[in-house]
């Protein structure tokens, strides 16, 4: 089993900055990639950034300039630097892995809540 341990959600006013950790453990294989996703009360989850092998990453559009994610390879971490934040910005964020066994799958974290205050 691939378990995914985040840490570093909580509540922090408006303009301020966290960072997220996300850790994999357990029968890793070949891993594709790790990203973040949030979901807001009421919302779909949506994705936040991703990174993947070789270091191509992706990120929603409208969170570019202020979130940055960065994984750690030694450590099968992934890293999500959050600035300037915003009210809107804040959901549950969770974790999510890919990697190939024989097909690819995916795993997920249990979440993080994040919470901005105006």
């Known amino acids: 089993q691939v378990q995914l341990a985040e840490s570093g959600g909580g509540l922090v006013q408006a303009g301020g900055s966290l960072r997220l950790s996300c850790a994999a453990s357990g029968r890793l294989f070949s891993i594709n990639g790790m990203g973040w996703y949030r979901q807001a009360p009421g919302k779909q989850r949506e994705l936040v950034a991703a990174i993947f092998s070789g270091g191509t990453t992706n990120y929603a559009d409208s969170l570019k300039g202020r979130f940055t994610i960065s994984r750690d390879n030694a450590k099968n971490t992934v890293f999500l630097q959050m600035n300037n934040l915003k009210p809107e910005d804040t959901a549950v964020y969770y974790c999510?892995?890919?990697?190939?066994?024989?097909?690819?799958?995916?795993?997920w974290g249990q979440g993080t809540q994040v919470t901005v205050s105006s």
């Open positions: 999510k892995l890919w990697m190939t066994r024989v097909v690819v799958e995916e795993y």
